[in-house]
Nanobody, 123 residues
Framework: QVQLVESGGGLVQAGGSLRLSCAASIRTFGNSGMGWFRQAPGKEREFVAAISRSGVRTFYADSVKGRFTISRDNGKDTVYLQMDSLIPEDTGVYYC????????????????WGQGTQVTVSS
């Protein structure tokens, strides 16, 4: 059974930084696209960032470009999201996603999802 476990969320002031981690329990991690989504209260879940199997290709939502960086360590079966220059609008539950097809990850059609980690940015 595939499990995705997010960590690293918390409360931070605007302008601060957080680093999210998502550890995957899947033997084919190196063959999987990974991504991060978020959901703010009262809003639909939205795409944040994604990374291809090798890590060569990365994708970002316009709202986070230049502030967030997605990376992965295939040796540790873990994907990261470095979030800098945080703003209150970044507040939400952040979800990790995994799928064999990076396009499905970006479109929100991933086969596997984590339980989420809360990120709160105060003004």
């Amino acid at each position: 059974q595939v499990q995705l476990v997010e960590s690293g969320g918390g409360l931070v002031q605007a302008g601060g930084s957080l680093r999210l981690s998502c550890a995957a329990s899947i033997r084919t991690f190196g063959n999987s696209g990974m991504g991060w989504f978020r959901q703010a209260p009262g809003k639909e879940r939205e795409f944040v960032a994604a990374i291809s199997r090798s890590g060569v290709r990365t994708f970002y939502a316009d709202s986070v470009k230049g502030r967030f960086t997605i990376s992965r360590d295939n040796g540790k079966d873990t994907v990261y999201l470095q979030m800098d220059s945080l703003i209150p609008e970044d507040t939400g539950v952040y979800y990790c996603a995994l799928d064999g097809n990076i396009n499905d990850v970006v479109r929100g059609f991933s086969e596997y999802w984590g339980q989420g980690t809360q990120v709160t940015v105060s003004s």
